[in-house]
């Protein structure tokens, strides 16, 4: 299933992205409900590009339905993203740690500056791919849903974190 998600940053588009690698604010993403806290895993700059891989593990709820197919337990996935600070893209790839056969995501994240307001539009568009019989397009929906949410969520800390001058009384 496809998915397009829109946020606005009030931050000028250099430093959207330098948050986005930054340790401190990843480590307040752990604050954000339905997420335990981000293990960052690797990080490498490359110059105009930064490759990380952050771990994730669910802790929202799930339905009776879900759970005769997952185990919370094993519901984690490390993200692989590749940002090009010089177009402004980044690659993202979901790897689950647990059910590979049953779970992709993958997606492509554009950041623009509005130049007149100061401001980021983030712009993700991707495709997630839950393949289990009868709930798989359920589950898609669901998973999308949770992603908007969380994007949004994502927007507003970055809004808090980078108005704090990146250093957020929220941050670890």
């Known amino acids: 299933m496809r998915f397009e998600l829109v946020q606005h940053v009030h931050a000028p588009i250099d430093a959207v992205e330098a948050a986005l690698v930054d ?5 307040t993403l752990g604050t954000l409900p339905k997420l335990g806290r981000p293990e960052l895993l690797e990080q490498r700059d490359m110059g105009d590009r930064f490759f990380q891989r952050v771990r994730y593990d669910f802790e929202g709820d799930l339905s009776a339905t879900v759970k005769a197919f997952i185990d919370p337990a094993k519901l984690t996935w490390v993200e692989e993203s590749t940002q090009d600070r010089a177009t402004h893209l980044t690659t ?3 790897v689950p740690d647990h059910y590979t056969s049953m779970f ?5 994240v554009r950041l623009s500056a509005d130049r007149d307001s100061g401001t980021t539009l983030r712009v993700a ?5 839950v393949r289990v019989p ?9 998973i999308i849903s949770g992603l908007e ?7 507003e800390a970055l809004d808090d974190w980078l108005g704090a001058g990146g250093n957020s009384s929220r941050s670890a």
Do not use: M, N, S, Y
């Not at 992709?104 to 492509?108: F, I, N, Q, V, Y």
């Not at 949410?149 to 927007?155: C, G, S, T």
């Open 149 to 155: 949410d969380h994007a949004a969520r994502e927007a």
């Open 92 to 94: 993202i790839e979901i």
């Open 125 to 129: 568009t991707g495709e997630v791919t």
């Open 23 to 27: 340790p401190r604010f990843l480590a």
């Open 134 to 142: 009868l709930v798989g397009v359920k589950a898609e929906a669901a």
């Open 104 to 108: 992709g995501c993958a997606g492509l």
